[in-house]
């Protein structure tokens, strides 16, 4: 059975998002796996490669504070905390995999597929700030011309990743900022 990776991370990062704001509401049953195993439920069949969304959900989690620590310089005019619970995690989910799963993801997959999820669930600048970010995070992390150019993850989509971003037409997005931008 073929691996849904795109869902998969979508499933992520739902999961990422009640597991955050249930720990800001002092929850003391929260707990990843099981809020993970609950939204994959209805989707089991049609997503395939289970083992990819824990992975990933239980790396970023274990990550939260270094990733938002790179991060935040490359957006300096929105701290982490004022940036949407959906925006943070999509920023998050990308450079998680930008630097732990180089092996398994092209680059610029992780690029566009955190710029797709913000375009289905961030604001209207969402897509355009992710974007700008990781593209700053994809030049600053000095990966190789053999990593960008590596062999293709046939389960992830292969778009190039919008104009502002990886291709060296990086913006932040801080000038105007995400729209989505709030304190939660």
Not at 18 to 37: F, G, K, M, S, W
Not at 152 to 177: I, L, R, V
């Amino acid at each position: 059975m073929a691996s849904n990776r795109h869902l998969g991370r979508v499933i992520v990062l739902q999961s990422l998002y009640e597991y955050e704001l249930r720990t800001l509401a002092n929850d003391p049953e929260v707990d990843l796996d099981i809020i993970v195993a609950k939204n994959i439920e209805p989707y089991e069949k049609t997503l395939g490669d289970t083992e990819f969304v824990y992975n990933l959900a239980r790396g970023v989690k274990a990550n939260f504070e270094s990733l938002d620590k790179v991060l935040q310089p490359m957006a300096p005019e929105w701290p982490i905390s004022s940036i949407s619970a959906i925006d943070r995690n999509v920023l998050r989910m990308g450079l998680y995999e930008l630097s732990e799963c180089r092996d398994k993801v092209p680059p610029k997959v992780a690029i566009n597929e955190a710029v797709e999820l913000a375009k289905a669930f961030g604001s209207d600048n969402s897509s355009r700030f992710i974007n700008g970010v990781l593209g700053t995070a994809y030049k600053q992390l000095g990966i190789s011309e053999e990593e960008k150019h590596g062999s293709d993850d046939k389960k992830d989509s292969q778009a190039e990743p919008e104009s502002n971003g990886a291709d060296g037409n990086n913006e932040t997005g801080a000038d105007s900022g995400p729209e989505s931008a709030e304190h939660e």
